[in-house]
């Protein structure tokens, strides 16, 4: 019995419904939906019927009389124990508990193919070409290529993959991590037991994004090093720094802060100052992962803080555009047809910062 099946919407029903349980404002949402569900479960049941053939095979190549595992050497015979020995502590027979296994690559090479065949479906063609037109192409090329290089990614659900890359597509930010305009993260399903992936901005995608509106003059982010910062007028706003010019010297003087700065066009500018123990109460505030000691909050504090002041002071106070207030709600976000999903932070469903998730668990 299939579960995606869609439904036309009953007395007092908004939108069409599928088997599963879930609603769509449009028909065509719904259909989408469903085609791809279907997809994925074809692809899994190929998956699973190639595995079943390939123990087959091996069954049948081992009847043949193929190699089979080398015998163990004969035991040498047991000795009986002299009956004036001595018993042996209890537990000393025992075997030495083996160690731990590490956690081996779930379903490896799998989702590479069901990715590829997933896009080769005609509702998400359709879906790719009326989002992204001549760019299709180039978007297709994009995303393989990251999947091919992030074995993590290839295990999350393919819908979620393509969901994600189209997320940032639609915002015209490239998905290569090298660059650091938008990601595409990999994170645990706590409630369905699955790997899904989530859209996530890079602090160089805010810039890129609010540049773009035509009203910034200039955007800017870095670190504040000891001695730089020279303190804040609470009237105006503005805050006074001292910079080390000499960069060798400024090197070796700790970090204290972070901050944000734009001027647009007009003349008016805002800055932002955010002390590094400022963003790690934002951090433990906003961020399960960082809570439990893992994430891109412990491993690459530096590029999270210039996100997060970037992030904070744009979307505070500087000029939005239809693209800037988009990133915003999509960031670090599970996005679905109509919903976006905080997969990182739970407790605050509006979270100023979230981290690239280094696959936790999305409680």
Not at 299 to 308: E, I, Q, R, S, Y
Request: net charge neutral; proline share 6%; aromatic share 8%.
């Amino acid at each position: 019995m299939k579960n995606h099946v869609v439904t036309d919407p009953g007395p007092g029903e908004m939108g069409y419904g599928c088997k599963c349980g879930l609603r769509f404002a449009t028909r065509k949402l719904a259909d989408a939906h469903a085609g791809d569900q279907i997809l994925i479960e074809d692809n899994a049941a190929k998956a699973a019927a190639a595995e079943l053939q390939r123990q087959a095979d091996a069954a049948a190549a081992l009847a043949a009389g193929a190699p089979t595992k080398p015998q163990e050497p004969a035991q040498a015979p047991k000795t009986e124990k002299p009956a004036n020995e001595p018993a042996k502590p209890a537990g000393t027979d025992q075997k030495a508990p083996e160690a731990p296994k590490p956690p081996t690559h779930q379903n490896k090479g799998l989702t590479t193919v069901s990715v590829q065949s997933y896009l080769r479906s005609g509702a998400v063609q359709e879906r790719v070409s009326e989002l992204l037109g001549k760019r299709s192409g180039e978007f297709t090329t994009s995303l393989m290529t990251a999947v091919n290089t992030n074995l993590v990614l290839q295990d999350c659900e393919p819908s979620s993959i393509v969901t994600a890359a189209l997320t940032a597509a639609s915002m015209n930010l490239p998905i290569n991590p090298n660059l650091g305009f938008a990601h595409i993260v990999p994170y645990n399903d706590g409630k369905s037991k699955t790997r899904k992936a989530q859209f996530q901005m890079g602090w160089k995608g805010f810039v890129q994004l609010a540049q773009r509106t035509g009203r910034y003059k200039t955007v800017n982010a870095g670190d504040v090093r000891a001695g730089e910062y020279q303190g804040k007028n609470r009237l105006t706003g503005g805050i006074a720094f001292h910079w080390e010019d000499d960069d060798a010297k400024r090197e070796k003087l700790p970090v204290v802060g972070y901050f944000a700065y734009f001027e647009l066009h007009d003349g008016f500018s805002k800055i932002l100052y955010m002390t590094v123990d400022e963003l790690k109460a934002h951090a433990k505030k906003y961020s399960q992962s960082y809570r439990k000691g893992y994430g891109l909050w412990v491993d690459n504090f530096p590029v999270m803080a210039l996100k997060t002041v970037i992030k904070l002071l744009v979307s505070k106070f500087g000029p939005m555009s239809t693209e800037l207030e988009k990133a915003l709600v999509a960031d670090q976000a599970a996005v679905g047809d109509d919903t976006v999903d905080y997969v990182d932070n739970k407790k605050f469903p509006e979270p100023e910062e979230g981290e690239l998730v280094e696959v936790g668990d999305g409680e």
